[in-house]
């Protein structure tokens, strides 16, 4: 069965930098989209970014020049690097895979990783 596992989250000083990161198991033919998305208390969850299999990015405007999305096809994870964090980056963090598995085009959540920016 397919599986996302997130790391990476943790408590961080505004200003400071996480990297993120989430990796798929089991039986995937291919990976279409590789995104994160985070949700704050009393907010809606929202895209912060997210890759495509053809390499095309899009960010959030909230995110633009201080985080940078990236993969490893090869070990089927992607990756948020987080700079320059600021209280209000405070969220859990979920990756979601778009993938094919048996005929089946599916989305898939990791668990979630709380960050935290506070001083």
């Known amino acids: 069965q397919v599986q996302l596992v997130e790391s990476g989250g943790g408590l961080v000083q505004p200003g400071g930098s996480l990297r993120l990161s989430c990796a798929v198991s089991?039986?995937?033919?291919?990976?279409?989209?590789m995104g994160w998305y985070r949700q704050a208390p009393g907010k809606q969850r929202e895209l912060v970014a997210h890759i495509i299999s053809g390499g095309n990015i899009n960010y959030a405007d909230f995110v633009k020049g201080r985080f940078t999305i990236s993969r490893d096809n090869a070990k089927n994870t992607v990756y948020l690097q987080m700079n320059n964090l600021k209280p209000e980056d405070t969220a859990v963090y979920y990756c979601?895979?778009?993938?094919?598995?048996?005929?089946?085009?599916?989305?898939?959540w990791g668990q979630g990783t709380q960050v935290t920016v506070s001083s």
């Open positions: 979601k895979f778009s993938v094919l598995t048996t005929s089946r085009k599916s989305e898939y």
């Open positions: 089991g039986s995937i033919v291919s990976i279409f989209v």
